[in-house]
């Protein structure tokens, strides 16, 4: 009689399960495929489901126990007597994040690892998912119905990672959002804070509910470098309302911090394992973890380091696909195994959402702010980027100036034209493009950073046609990857029959290019602000027309605060990154006004605390 009870109660279960399908496998977006249009990278969640249920029918045959402590059922919120998911216990281990929010959405993540039950050490079978329940509301304790709810399951196919989309949100809104355990609702994670963007038809004034917009930019965080003391600060010292990271989130690196205690483990990184040890280990930095908890992140795939150093479309500084170049890891993996490889941890590991593509790594998009300005997001290190300087190849220079060499490829180029002719035709105020590398030129006693737009010339030309052909207004262009800040007039360089450096007459638009939140100086590691001021002052003058601060000391960050009128950027820098503090100066401010497509004069108020002013030295 119990065997056929049992037999019927199977049979009801597994129809329901069959019903149900793959539905809370699928809401994970981690599941998915970086590239929409490349499924087979995708996990298979339908041989996941066959695989968990497998394991069911063996444990509810096999172990008696499950039977009669565990009644499997997906039809309630409660799913604590399920064999079907893991029942024994979640940590939250790197808490929640937030991204790329549009007007009525918002990416949601957290990290749920199964934790064995108290007094055991038995952890869930591969086959056994994770189910994490998530709601968002408006309330910052959560009281009240949520906007949004839902379940999701996650498994360590995708290193037990979940990622959801937050729906049916009002645009310019302000958010609170948990995730807690499906089989102990009172297992929660900490509540994080999120917002929405302005409808792309809200008025400039509008946007924001009237206030200005922050904006806070940051690149190149080598975690054995020094504490991430930037991001605590932004996060706790700025009004910033979207967090944006121009690349180089982490390092693949593994060298240095053992006299800061900033260590890291393993090797340099080529395998799917090691980028996600790499990612966790990042992820665990307080400040770190409260920027992602504090407001929503709009970020890089990649600048270089999320995959290796100097990366092109088919290789790095140390690795590609020849035999020799598969030779820079014990484990084998050569470019593309260790890109793809790269590209799927931080899709796990990142609240960013994925971009259309036909064949390649796309991540280029654009974010329409309302009728206050186009946020334009470009790839320009691995999206069909000609071959660049590896350290040992000495032929860039003699390629720099090549008219067909380009650095975005020929669709993301055509794409960016066209965004900006949009953008000013709908009638936003701004376009602010962010990218990785510095834009302007530099020259640097004669020798130029060839693995920035100094490599691509011609395509540099292009777009700086495209905006003046086109009077394109109000560019602004933000740039990381180079650790030292720098801010310019766009124009075409050494142009002093179009554009005057004193008075800013004939500019394009202006560039605001960030130093690094720890990485080291490329004025030299360590160096002193006096001992950096001494090269800003050579480099503001003469030799770079359009350069008109720089500063190459201070690790740290910029705002870029945005109103209809006027766009502000303020510089901070972080006295000490040896240990965790938030002692900051800030280091320089600068104001555009809309309308007159470069830096209001006197430049930076006429004065600055750190580097160089060329109208100081000029």
């Known amino acids: 009689m119990f065997t056929a009870k049992l037999g019927a109660l199977l049979l009801l279960v597994f129809t329901a399960r069959d019903a149900l399908g793959t539905k809370h496998l699928d809401r994970n977006l981690a599941y998915r495929s970086p590239f929409a249009d490349v499924p087979e990278l995708a996990r298979d969640t339908k041989t996941i489901e066959k695989r968990h249920v497998r394991h069911v029918k063996r444990q509810t045959v096999g172990a008696t126990p499950f039977h009669d402590e565990h009644y499997p059922t997906f039809y309630g919120s409660n799913f604590s007597n399920s064999p079907f998911i893991w029942n024994g216990g979640i940590n939250f281990t790197h808490s929640v994040a937030s991204g790329d929010p549009f007007d009525t959405s918002v990416l949601l993540w957290t990290r749920a690892l199964p934790v064995p039950p108290a007094g055991k050490t038995t952890l869930p079978d591969q086959s056994v998912p994770v189910c994490v329940s998530f709601k968002i509301s408006t309330s910052p304790t959560l009281a009240g119905n949520p906007i949004d709810s839902g379940e999701a399951f996650t498994t360590y196919d995708v290193d037990f990672t979940l990622k959801v989309e937050a729906n049916g949100l009002q645009p310019d809104t302000s958010y609170f959002f948990q995730f807690s355990d499906c089989t102990n609702p009172a297992t929660v994670s900490p509540i994080g804070s999120t917002r929405t963007l302005s409808s792309p038809d809200t008025p400039a004034d509008q946007v924001n509910g009237g206030k200005p917009l922050t904006l806070a930019v940051f690149s190149c965080s080598m975690f054995q470098a020094g504490w991430f003391n930037a991001y605590g ?34 090797r340099e990184l080529a395998t799917i394992a090691d980028y996600r040890q790499r990612l ?3 992820r665990m930095d307080n400040d770190l973890r409260f920027a992602h908890e504090h407001a929503p992140w709009i970020t890089y795939l990649r600048d270089d380091h999320e995959v290796a150093n100097n990366g092109w479309k088919a290789g790095t500084s140390d690795s590609n696909d020849t035999a020799a170049g598969c030779k820079f890891s014990p484990s084998g993996a050569c470019f593309t195994d260790r890109k793809l490889a790269a590209v799927r941890a931080y899709h796990e590991w990142m609240p960013i959402r994925q971009v259309d593509v036909s064949d390649k790594l796309r991540i280029w998009r654009n974010f329409q702010i309302g009728k206050l300005l186009d946020l334009t997001m470009l790839d320009t290190r691995n999206y069909d980027r000609d071959v660049t300087d590896l350290t040992y190849n000495r032929v860039i220079q003699s390629l720099a100036n090549i008219t067909d ?63 003046s052909d086109n009077k394109i207004s109000n560019t602004v262009i933000l740039a990381g990857d180079s650790h030292a800040n720098w801010v ?7 142009d002093t029959t179009n554009y005057n450096p004193q008075t800013g007459v004939g500019a394009l638009g202006v560039e605001f290019a960030g130093t690094a939140v720890t990485s080291g100086s490329n004025f030299g590691t360590g ?29 740290g960050f910029f705002t870029l605060t945005i109103d209809p009128d006027t766009l502000n950027a303020t510089y901070y820098g972080m006295n000490n990154i040896s240990f965790a503090n938030h002692d900051f100066k800030i280091l320089a401010e600068f104001v555009v006004k809309a309308g007159e497509t470069r830096l209001s004069r006197p430049v930076a108020g006429g004065s600055v605390n750190a580097g160089a002013l060329k109208t100081q030295f000029t």
């Open 233 to 266: 600060v932004a996060a706790h010292n700025t009004t910033a309302d979207v967090f944006i990271h121009l690349g180089d989130y982490m390092y693949e690196t593994i060298p240095g911090g053992t006299a800061i205690g900033r260590t890291v483990a393993g």
């Open 280 to 282: 966790g280990l990042y």
């Open 405 to 467: 060499r380009s650095l975005m490829g020929a669709l993301q180029e055509q794409w960016l034209f066209d965004t900006l002719s949009e953008s000013q035709q709908r009638g936003a105020v701004w376009r602010v493009i962010g990218q990785q590398i510095v834009f302007s030129q530099l020259d640097k006693n004669g020798s130029f950073p060839l693995d920035s737009w100094d490599g691509y010339r011609q395509n540099r030309e292009r777009i700086l046609d495209h905006i």
């Open 488 to 494: 310019s007039d766009l124009a075409h360089p050494n």
């Open 527 to 555: 160096i002193t602000p006096a001992a950096a001021d001494v090269i800003s002052r050579q480099l503001v003058g003469p030799v770079n027309v359009d350069l008109q601060w720089s500063e190459g000391s201070f690790r």
